[in-house]
């Protein structure tokens, strides 16, 4: 299960609506071996496509070296389908490359960066394996909810 706070959750779909009809994309570290979603990262897609996202190399080298020097690693990373539903795709499930982490997809097809709701959903993805998970949102994370 992931447990999110309100902000986090709110933050990664207000990215998803602004950044539509191009996919958006970003990581939530947290403290190694935590499964705290803590700190939100909205990345730029390099791509700068509808149907695929691609985190800029130099970017992302740089997070993860930010993220080692913090004792923090990949808890939530996210994007969103802007035509699809919210599930992962044969190219998401090729790169899915941390077996820890929570995969969120985020749905704009319906409402694109309008009012209205989107299609938020976990999974987690262990070699090759998608396996959907409940999602939680919480006014805050609190010591006993991860």
């Known amino acids: 299960m992931l447990t999110i706070d309100q902000a986090t959750y709110d933050a990664i779909v207000a990215h998803a609506k602004r950044d539509h009809p191009v996919e ?10 935590s499964d705290r979603p803590e700190r939100f990262i909205e990345m730029v897609n390099a791509a700068g496509s509808p149907t695929f996202y691609e985190y800029d190399s130099t970017d992302l080298l740089h997070l993860y070296k930010e993220m080692d020097e913090r004792d923090e690693e990949p808890v939530v990373i996210y994007h969103s389908h802007t035509a699809t539903e919210a599930y992962p795709s044969v190219t998401d499930v090729n790169l899915a490359s941390e077996p820890g982490a929570h995969y969120v997809l985020v749905s704009t097809r319906e409402h694109g960066n309008n009012e209205g709701p989107v299609e938020f959903r976990s999974y987690s993805i262990v070699d090759g394996v998608v396996t959907e998970e409940e999602v939680a949102v919480v006014p805050t994370l609190t010591r006993s909810e991860s």
């Open 24 to 33: 958006a994309c970003g990581i939530v570290a947290g403290p190694e071996g």
